[in-house]
């Protein structure tokens, strides 16, 4: 079992800048595929971004030149660097870890961007 615990957002500016982390415990972190989701009010959860074991990347358009996601597997922490933030990404980031068949979330951090 995988716990997943997110942290870093906020209330922020448009043109602003945060970092979320995800800490992970309970598994083997360099294994998983990890990933950041977000889910607005009213809309389905979406994919911001996803690294790889290797620490391949991959972004959805909407965040690309924006978002950068890392990695560091020797603290099990995964996280997002979000950038140039705007009104549209208000929401609630989720953090994801995947093995296969197996999947894990975190309880969410919300970021308000906001003047």
């Known amino acids: 079992q995988v716990q997943l615990v997110e942290s870093g957002g906020g209330l922020v500016q448009p043109g602003g800048s945060l970092r979320l982390s995800c800490a992970a415990s309970g598994g083997i972190f360099s294994r998983y595929v990890m990933g950041w989701y977000r889910q607005a009010p009213g809309n389905q959860r979406e994919l911001v971004a996803t690294i790889t074991s290797g620490g391949s990347t991959n972004y959805a358009d909407s965040v690309k030149g924006r978002v950068t996601i890392s990695r560091d597997n020797a603290k099990n922490t995964v996280y997002l660097r979000l950038n140039s933030l705007k009104p549209e990404d208000t929401a609630v980031y989720y953090c994801?870890?995947?093995?296969?068949?197996?999947?894990?979330w975190g309880q969410g951090t919300p970021v308000t961007v906001s003047s």
């Open positions: 994801s870890a995947k093995y296969f068949a197996f999947s894990y």
